[in-house]
């Protein structure tokens, strides 16, 4: 009996030594690199009236890189979702997940243009750098009306 609990005792304490070791990196890492998405949500409203906009669409680019993103449908009106895809590299021992980084592109900015058929398409920078603090956040756009182009309020206003 007394030498069953020693077996015991021993395993216990060599397993535990174990995941220590694991989770210290004793025995090695490997390096596996994954394609992710990052999800960004803007709210776009008009700038004169801040009220929401609906059928705006987004083009992402970089250097050597005309489709840097893509539209994904929203549930919510006025939100445009917008999905990037980033490399990462993921760093693991046996058990456990040891680190993960992201792969930096040729070009550190992405460009995002806001696209609508009634107003000017501003252009965001963002840093790749930057992208995972963002991911599921919503950030505001504002709207500018193109060159010529006068909301209903204002036309009604310059009549009286």
Request: aromatic share 8%; charged share 20%.
């Amino acid at each position: 009996m007394r030498n069953a609990y020693i077996v015991l005792i021993v395993t216990t304490l060599g397993f535990l030594l174990f995941l220590l070791g694991d989770y210290l990196a004793w025995f090695g890492t490997s390096k596996t690199t994954l394609l992710d998405y990052i999800q960004v949500n803007f709210k776009i409203v008009d700038e004169e009236t801040g009220a929401l906009l609906m059928q705006a669409h987004v083009r992402c680019f970089q250097k050597k890189n005309r489709n840097a993103c893509s539209e994904v449908k929203s549930d919510k009106a006025g939100i445009l979702s917008v999905k990037i895809p980033v490399s990462k590299i993921i760093t693991r021992s046996h058990m456990f997940k040891q680190g993960e980084t992201m792969v930096e592109t040729d070009d550190p900015e992405l460009h995002i243009m806001f696209i609508h058929s009634d107003y000017a398409s501003p252009v965001e920078s963002i840093m790749t750098k930057d992208l995972s603090s963002l991911a599921g956040k919503q950030l505001t756009i504002t709207m500018p009306k193109r060159m010529g182009q006068t909301s209903p309020e204002a036309e009604g206003e310059s009549q009286e």
